[in-house]
């Protein structure tokens, strides 16, 4: 097949190159505006039915958090303003307490705030943008068989059950983390690939809006900590909340009875049980099983110059970071800035894209499992919340030097790895402070008794130990 550079697409007389782009999910819809917009002639493949049309959203979470990275994403390619509209802006995180007691923990400094998209909805937009271009088809109900690497022939399954031949000069895997175009990575040689359940799932809950408006305080992402499991709401647009409540899936176990289910919820989320409603509890919590979350990581991500993997296919990571979407968006725009660095030499671009893109997903697959012990544990924490106040002192007395691991993974585009890198590098520097300020303010405390010890009263060494002991007890 004749290629050609995209820019020069007018002419009649030479063909564009075909990209296919097998999955129709969030990545996958954003990928093909990216690529349509570049002058690609892109073919969509989704399995599922055209969810814009569907009776029935089947899929996963309902919220995600959109951040800085999947709107500049979004900016791209024109959506960016569309989408935010429909989001619902989350400034901190809201602690609740066994007792009911709610504490705000800021994300950042005043002003930066994550937003709560809806799923669906941002699937349906994106599909939508991606329509508009005329070099761009969706085909919906088409399930990948298989592909050759060699040729790049893909055999899909039609909606009328019959095999379909598609030829494309670059196939762009957006299936997610259970990829079928992945499964030819497998076969070949040096491909590293793992993937990882953890022993907790998850399972949604409904928090119906209270005489008309939000049960609780809307500009907040609500979390419940308590140690090995934790509950999350996030605000939706029609005044729910979506509560998710992750828990071993040992734990889930045990309960058996809409009874079981309310004691439970009445000695660890007290305050909630009379937001979602006590029937609506016992009714919800059987409905549908605990899911389970797996992380992913693979390298490289991209076969000769056939085929390259973006979000899920290449890092599912679990959801404690909120950057599943953001790191999936980013995927495309990395790949979009590379092309234009690489004159849009495919095989060029999609080595570059492996080299720089590989290290900073399993970075962000990593993060995320380290947050879901912040979330679920270390908020509880009084050093945690004291580190917290402090970064966010440091950081604004030295804005370039010292910023906060989440400000930097939140709200900017700094590579993960780096974030990651310059993380331990302030922890370190921190910590050493802190030491220091303690065995300096030790040593002037030892100091100053020494020298004025002949005014002190005396006091005997049992007098002392009987002192000391008494106070252990608080």
């Known amino acids: 097949m004749e290629t050609v550079s995209s820019h020069t697409h007018e002419s009649s007389s030479s063909k564009r190159k075909v990209i296919a782009v097998v999955g129709g999910g969030l990545v996958g819809s954003l990928n093909a505006c990216f ?24 899929g996963r979470s309902i919220n995600l958090a959109l951040s800085h990275r999947g709107r500049q994403a979004l900016k791209h390619v024109g959506m960016e303003d569309k989408i935010v509209s429909k989001g619902i802006p989350m400034h901190a995180r809201m602690i609740h307490n066994m007792k009911g007691k709610r504490s705000p923990i800021p994300y950042g400094k005043k002003g930066q705030y994550i937003l709560s998209v809806d799923r669906a909805n941002l699937n349906k937009e994106l599909l939508t943008a991606a329509d508009v271009y005329p ?31 598609i030829q494309a000069d670059l196939i762009v895997g957006c299936d997610g983390a259970f990829s079928a175009v992945r499964k030819q990575f497998l076969r070949q040689s040096r491909f590293n690939y793992s993937q990882t359940y953890i022993p907790h799932g998850y399972m949604e809950l409904t928090m119906p809006p209270k005489d008309g408006d ?63 409603g006590v029937e609506a ?38 959801p404690f970071y909120g950057q599943g979407m953001n790191a999936g ?6 790949i979009d800035e590379i092309m234009d660095q690489l004159n849009e030499n495919i095989a060029a671009v999609l080595e570059e894209y492996s080299r720089v893109r590989v290290p900073d997903d399993h970075a ?14 270390h908020v509880n924490s009084r050093y945690f919340l004291f580190r917290k106040y402090l970064d966010n002192i440091l950081h604004f007395i030295m804005p370039k030097t010292i910023i906060p691991l989440y400000t930097m ?40 008794l020494v020298r004025h010890s002949h005014k002190l009263p005396s006091v005997s060494v049992e007098h002392l130990w009987t002192r000391i002991l008494a106070l252990k007890r608080f």
């Not at 962000?364 to 544990?377: C, F, G, K, S, T």
């Open 409 to 448: 993974v939140t709200f900017t585009r700094t590579r993960y790895h780096e974030a990651v890198n310059h993380w331990h590098w302030q922890d370190k520097v921190i910590t050493q402070g802190l030491w220091l300020c303690g065995v300096v303010s030790a040593a002037g405390g030892t100091y100053v």
């Open 214 to 276: 939000f049960a609780m305080e809307p500009n907040y992402l609500h979390i419940w900590p308590r140690n090995t499991f934790m509950m999350i709401a996030l605000p939706n647009l029609d005044r729910t909340f979506t509560c998710t409540l992750f828990m071993p899936f040992e734990d889930f176990e045990k309960i058996h009875s809409g009874e079981e289910v309310i004691s439970f919820f009445q000695k660890y989320f007290p305050d909630s049980i009379p937001l979602i």
């Open 135 to 165: 070099n761009t088809t969706l085909n919906f109900n088409h399930k990948l068989h298989d592909w050759s690497p060699k040729t790049g022939t893909m055999t899909f399954i039609g909606p009328d059950g019959q095999r379909k031949e």
């Open 35 to 58: 690529l349509a917009k570049r002058g690609f002639d892109v073919e969509v493949f989704e399995s599922r039915e055209d969810i814009r049309q569907a009776k029935v959203v089947r």
């Open 364 to 377: 962000i697959a990593d993060l995320a499992m380290y947050n879901y012990v912040e979330m679920r544990a």
């Open 329 to 334: 968006f980013e995927d495309c725009l990395v």
């Open 281 to 318: 509890l016992k009714q919800d919590f059987f409905r549908l099983p605990a899911q389970a979350m797996v992380s992913v990581k693979c390298s490289p991500y991209h076969l000769f110059d056939k085929c390259v993997l973006m979000g899920d296919a290449a890092h599912a990571v679990v």
